[in-house]
């Protein structure tokens, strides 16, 4: 039995607006993303690096934006330190069966972290603990801490310890993935545009 082609148009129409919604709330929260930026572009500047980390296909996001900040796409843009804990299988069970889940981006950003660096979470509801706390350690050991979560925020958008909280407004996961996509997108860019206006940054540290 065919689908009548009205249909097929409605959810089209659909699909395409509730993508709308949702890129228009980031829009309108570009002042947000900018002061991230700028604080992110700091901490480089400082001779910091970016820890990212999530759950599940957020873990790829993760990886995804460290090997874009180390390995730029665009040929002349500077090259950034990033790191993926959420890459390493064997560091995450062991931690996890020692410590449990919750600890297993926290135990790992402790062991890392420099107090010039970055923690950036992902977690489609903000409602992962494992992820809250590897943030909220982050932030104890003085490190930038910045959230990428959907819907309202979760938890981890209303925790204190999280600097900079930026929501893909939208309930449906693949319209976060795709809003995450685009947010992660313009950190890397817009901190670079920050980089090369290095009098707003404060002292370079050369290490």
């Known amino acids: 039995m065919s689908v009548p ?10 699909a395409f607006a509730r993508r709308e ?4 709330a980031l829009a309108a929260d570009a002042d947000k993303v900018a002061h991230a930026c700028l604080d992110m572009a700091s901490r480089f500047h400082r001779g910091g690096k970016l ?3 999530g759950n599940g296909q957020s873990g790829t996001d993760a990886a995804h934006i460290a090997v874009e900040f ?6 002349g843009k500077r090259a950034l330190p990033a ?10 069970t062991g931690v996890a069966a020692r410590e449990g889940y919750d600890e297993v981006f926290a135990y790992q950003v402790s062991q890392w972290a420099g107090p010039d660096d970055i923690a950036l979470g992902i977690s489609p509801d903000g409602q992962c603990a494992d992820v809250l706390r590897g943030l909220e350690v982050a932030g104890e050991f003085g490190l930038l801490t910045v959230a990428l979560t959907g819907s309202y925020g979760g938890m981890i958008a209303e925790s204190p310890a999280v600097a900079h909280s930026l929501i893909a407004q939208s309930s449906d996961p693949a319209v976060v993935k795709e809003i995450h996509v685009t947010i992660y997108h313009l950190l890397w860019e817009l901190c670079h545009v920050f980089l090369e206006q290095p009098a707003l940054l404060g002292p370079e540290v050369i290490r």
């Open 51 to 53: 820890i990212t980390f």
């Open 21 to 24: 919604r949702a890129g228009n």
């Open 83 to 92: 790191m993926a804990v959420s890459n390493d299988p064997a560091s995450i």
């Open 70 to 75: 180390m390995h730029p796409v665009i040929i």
């Open 5 to 14: 082609m009205e249909t097929m148009e409605s959810a089209a129409i659909e």
